[in-house]
DNA sequence: GCGTCTCCCCGTCATGGCTA
DNA sequence: TAGCCATGACGGGGAGACGC
């Protein structure tokens, strides 16, 4: 099996086991969990902004590490106790997502529409990893919040902190290199059907020939592009940040967890009557 | 040394949410 | 409502570990 098929093959798993078991109950709500990767929050799918009514989480295992998964048992709002290996484990997250889905009748559809629009459904927005974390931290004084702004913690960071540039332009290797400071970037092939021309920074009210139209749209899909390319390493770098708030709050917990038991014990001993 | 597995990172696309 | 932003999904590549 080549690499990228076994990828594709572990990926297509993982998502299967993840994305199932949310079963219709009786009164027709639906309760069950749906572990998902990539996200590790609890809500609601009806309130997507608003803090879910938080279940009841414990932890009857220790380790948070990759090879040794706790069992979690979640008691969820209606009662219900649900089983869950691992509140976190790597950042490809499990989680617990309590969903509450309209009822759908899948034989009246195409499976694969349903399966695709279910799965968009089920992993749609989520609140940002800064709001979610911000709303933790303002419940818990420990965590600390991301910030809005890029903080200095990662000192410049000059691929973050860039200014759209005003010209870009091919270099003779292929590269598009802005001009000043930017970074190079190496662009892939367009997978559209833009031509893959030098760009340049031409005045959009000037654009009459079809020609000067395509560059237009080029320049525009390479800024998008370039933009979307520094989004998702900041998505990814909050993302990591806040998983790490997350193992960190975990730990601490733990530990506060296992001092109250050992006060509680000390307590019934205590006041345990003595028998002689 | 080689093949495989696993993890991590990256770029891109798709899409929902937000805002002017 | 269009445009922008944030983020999940996907596919690809690199690197380290491991068994042979």
């Known amino acids: 099996m080549s690499k990228c098929s ?10 299967q086991m993840t994305m199932e078991t949310v079963e219709p109950q009786q009164d027709g709500s639906v309760t069950d969990s749906v572990a998902e990767s990539d996200s590790a929050h ?3 799918q009806a309130g997507q902004n608003s803090i879910p009514t938080l279940a009841q989480v414990s932890v009857a295992g220790s380790g948070t590490g990759r090879s040794s998964p706790a069992v979690t048992l979640v008691q969820l709002p209606s009662g219900q106790t649900v089983q869950v290996q691992g509140v976190i484990q790597t950042p490809q997250i499990q989680t617990i997502q309590v969903a509450t889905i309209a ?3 899948e034989s009246a559809e195409s499976e694969g ?3 695709s629009h279910k799965r968009r459904e089920i992993l749609s927005r989520r609140p940002s990893y800064r709001k979610i974390l911000n709303e933790l931290s303002s419940d818990v004084p420990g965590v600390p919040k991301i910030e809005e702004e890029k903080s200095e913690e990662e000192g410049p960071a000059p691929n973050l902190a860039m ?5 870009i332009y091919q270099t003779s290797t292929g590269q598009y290199t802005a001009t000043g400071d930017m970074p190079t970037y190496q662009i892939r092939a367009p997978t559209t059907a833009l031509p893959q021309g030098v760009v340049m920074a031409t005045s959009p009210g000037s654009l009459h020939s079809p020609q000067q139209l395509a560059e237009e749209a080029t320049r525009k899909r390479e800024l998008r592009l370039m933009k979307n390319r520094e989004a998702a390493k900041e998505c990814r770098r909050r993302k990591k940040e806040y998983v790490k708030c997350l193992e960190s709050r975990v730990a601490v917990l733990e530990v506060q967890n296992k ?18």
């Not at 076994?6 to 998502?15: A, M, Q």
């Not at 200014?163 to 010209?167: G, I, L, N, R």
């Open 6 to 15: 076994r990828k594709k093959y572990i990926k297509t798993n993982i998502r």
């Open 42 to 44: 609890m809500q609601t």
């Open 103 to 105: 009822e759908t009748d």
């Open 113 to 115: 529409v349903i399966d």
């Open 163 to 167: 200014a759209v540039p005003t010209s």
């Open 259 to 276: 001092k109250l038991i050992e006060e509680l014990e000390t307590l019934k001993d205590i006041c345990s009557p003595k028998t002689d």
